[in-house]
């Protein structure tokens, strides 16, 4: 504590105004993630337009402490963005089309995937550990409204928010939303846990970590679950391995039978809860019939809606007819390739049989919203961050450092199936903004000590 108050008076007056600013940034998130705040509107207007404020402050913050060279390349792809982003907008006002929402994109390029070069904070990370605490605080509160949503003691100001979605827990807009913030919430818990020393607080974090896990399991989000199990076998791997390799083999031993068990046990866990929950729905049903006054439940078919894992595997759940869809509504309108296009679901309905809002693929969604410039920094962005978490893993020397690294490839991994990671609408904004920060954190780790 006494070194942190040292390094914080050492701070120039520039740099503590950055972390300002990125303390709004945190501040926005945690009351965009309130139900009551998304219930009645305001958030989703802070994230859209106030976002954009402490985003582009730190920017000029940013560039008044000096560019230096070492680990500039996160800088530069996030100006080339932010000045692909401008163009862009220019030329949709000239062809008529709507403008994108600046505030959360502009918070991607401009603080997010910069921040740990800007800040001179690879070391320090004082900025990975204050968005590390929202997002753990994130997954606190989505446990707590499951639990009460379970129990059946669930206030009534939150059941327009937190419900069962058929027998999938549905919060944060989405079901595949809630499961990929508790794989970020339990990715930093397993960092905590492999950084600690001491045994009462690692017994504590795992419980935590299984409690987490079982409330992911409710939401049936598949690639969640499945990339939540890889998560927690890598980060056992790294922690038996260490930096040695003689230990590799009981290692991957170890992490492979954790990985299975906990995979076999989601899908039990949740046959279990869709089981009840059909059975308490008869029963509703039964004394309706007699004529005894119940509260509106579920209808049966909502319930019988559980996808088996196995069933439309090769078509990940339709998403390969989206995406013919989408990479045939390019062919179609070669415009959208330059500047992108204000409504997806338009281009897209044509060639498909039902409605999507959005490509469920974040190449192909950065496309439709920046059109191929666009599509270029991302995958550069995606080099970063598979070249950084090779290095970090690979070396092994820090385990936090390490289960940063593998909750970024994870939640990547979550991202190929939905429209996030380097633009997103802002009810999915907050898993870009954990993404891009990791990227650049990543990178930054893998340049050596800064000077």
């Not at 300002?20 to 705040?37: D, G, I, R, T």
């Not at 800040?119 to 409204?145: H, I, S």
């Not at 039902?354 to 991302?378: K, M, Q, R, S």
């Amino acid at each position: 504590m006494n070194e942190t108050l040292k390094s914080w008076k050492r701070e120039p007056l520039v740099g503590k105004w950055q972390y300002f600013c990125l303390l709004v940034v945190a501040v926005v998130e945690l009351v965009y993630m309130s139900p009551q705040a998304q219930k009645n509107g305001l958030a989703w207007v802070a994230v859209d337009y106030f976002l954009e404020i402490p985003a582009m402050a730190f920017l000029l913050l940013t560039i008044a402490r000096g560019i230096r060279r070492q680990g500039w390349s996160t800088m530069l792809v996030s100006l080339v963005m932010l000045l692909w982003i401008a163009l862009v907008q220019v030329m949709r006002v000239i062809r008529g089309l709507e403008q994108i929402n600046p505030g959360e994109i502009t918070c991607f390029y401009a603080l997010a995937l910069p921040l740990a070069f800007a800040m001179e904070d690879g070391e320090r990370q004082w900025g990975l550990k204050t968005l590390a605490l929202v997002y753990l605080l994130e997954g606190l509160r989505l446990c707590l409204l499951a639990g009460a949503l379970y129990f059946g003691i669930l206030p009534e100001g939150y059941r327009a928010s937190v419900l069962w979605d058929g027998a999938r827990l549905l919060e944060m807009f989405h079901p595949t939303n809630c499961s990929a913030l508790l794989l970020i919430s339990i990715g930093l818990c397993l960092g905590l846990c492999l950084k600690t020393n001491k045994r009462w607080l690692q017994g504590v974090l795992i419980v935590w970590i299984l409690i987490q896990f079982g409330v992911q399991t409710l939401t049936n989000g598949r690639t969640g679950t499945v990339f939540t199990c890889l998560l927690i076998g890598a980060a056992l791997f790294c922690g038996i391995r260490k930096t040695g390799w003689k230990r590799a083999p009981l290692a991957l031993a170890a992490g492979i039978v954790v990985m299975a068990v906990l995979f076999l046990g989601s899908q039990k866990l949740f046959s279990a809860h869709q089981k009840q929950m059909t059975q308490s729905v008869q029963q509703t049903q039964s004394a309706e019939e007699s004529g005894q006054a119940q509260e509106q439940v579920q209808q049966p078919q909502q319930i019988n809606a559980q996808r088996s894992f196995l069933q439309d595997m090769f078509s990940f759940n339709g998403r390969t007819a989206i995406w013919k869809a989408a990479v045939k509504g390019l062919a179609e309108n070669p415009k959208i390739m330059v500047c992108g296009t204000d409504n997806v679901m338009e281009v897209l309905a044509p060639n498909m049989t039902f409605n999507a809002l959005h490509t469920h693929n974040p190449f192909l969604e950065v496309i439709y919203v920046l059109g191929i410039p666009g599509l270029v920094l991302a995958l550069l962005i995606t080099a970063m961050a598979f070249r950084g978490a090779f290095i970090i893993l690979w070396r092994n020397t820090d385990l936090w450092k390490s289960a940063v690294a593998l909750s970024v490839l994870c939640l990547f991994g979550c991202g190929l199936l939905e429209p996030y990671l380097f633009v997103a609408k802002n009810n999915q904004h907050y898993l870009s903004i954990f993404f891009l920060t990791g990227v650049g954190y990543l990178h930054q780790w893998t340049i050596g000590k800064q000077k």
